[in-house]
């Protein structure tokens, strides 16, 4: 599948997008589907909450400062990290490297330059190979995320000689909302299904069931990874498509292309 280069020629005209990120995660990606006439059918298929034990966390941001760098996994781990920081405040002198497109500018957003993010391949494989992340031997590198996760970079990072540190500062955890109104109305409303980690990918398949999954196994999906496509399939779906990136615009390419050519 290949990427457009004009999403402003997009029209969606009337076609169901499920979209499964986050309330709070959701409302950009919604409005350009909406803008251009599709419908965006919001299923949050991850709540994103305080950690456990918040002081916990806190105190171990306190030494924010001793690492020469920091390395934040999404725009989740971005906006929990400066709020359970001292102050809600990051400390300078401390390289920041995101993983993807959409927690760079989190963190730009918020006012921190990103000092490292992967060129084309937005996820743990690509930022292992920016240059910043070859030669760390020494380096004390704080990697900020959610419960659970990868274990990808600080396995790597650790061979290459790095001292490297988790500081879990949100949780993750699965909706308990009832899916049987989406699954009655799913014929009819849902034309495409929008992922973007397999976390969200795991909870979409729990939430809906026995009853609901077969349908969602037949139903055309964008992802943002060679890995969540592997994940998809063998999952059961037939037909999954790849998104340069979770960014929303990079989604809503990949809505639009699949729409064109349905």
Avoid at 13 to 20: A, I, K, M, N
Avoid at 118 to 144: C, H, Q, W, Y
Avoid at 207 to 230: A, C, H, K
Wanted: glycine fraction near 6%; aromatic fraction near 6%.
């Amino acid at each position: 599948m290949s990427f457009i280069t004009s999403p402003t020629e997009c029209s969606l005209s009337g076609l169901g997008v499920l979209v499964t990120r986050a309330t709070h995660q959701a409302a950009t990606l919604c409005r350009l589907i909406g803008a251009r006439d599709g419908l965006p059918l919001r299923f949050p298929t991850v709540e994103i909450t305080d950690p456990p034990d918040v002081a916990q966390v806190a105190e171990q941001l306190s030494h924010f400062a001793d690492y020469d760098m920091a390395i934040f996994v999404s725009p989740n781990a971005v906006l929990w990290g400066i709020k359970l920081s001292p102050e809600q405040k990051l400390p300078a002198g401390v390289a920041l490297a995101a993983v993807g497109k959409r927690t760079a500018q989190t963190l730009a957003e918020s006012g921190y330059p990103v000092d490292v993010v992967p060129e084309s391949s937005f996820d743990s494989e690509g930022l292992l190979e920016t240059p910043e992340l070859k030669d760390v031997t020494g380096k004390r590198i704080l990697i900020l995320r959610g419960n659970g996760g990868r274990e990808l970079l600080a396995e790597e990072l650790a061979e290459r000689g790095a001292t490297v540190d988790f500081a879990e500062v949100y949780r993750r955890a699965c909706p308990t909302t009832d899916p049987a109104p989406l699954i009655q109305r799913w014929r009819d409303d849902v034309d495409v299904v929008t992922v973007t980690s397999n976390i969200l990918l795991d909870n979409l398949f729990t939430m809906l069931g026995e009853e609901g999954q077969p349908l969602l196994q037949q139903t055309p999906m964008i992802v943002i990874s060679d890995r969540m496509r592997q994940r998809a399939r063998e999952l059961g779906c037939r037909e999954v498509y790849l998104a340069r990136s979770a960014d929303e615009q990079d989604l809503f390419e990949a809505i639009c292309l699949w729409a064109s050519n349905r």
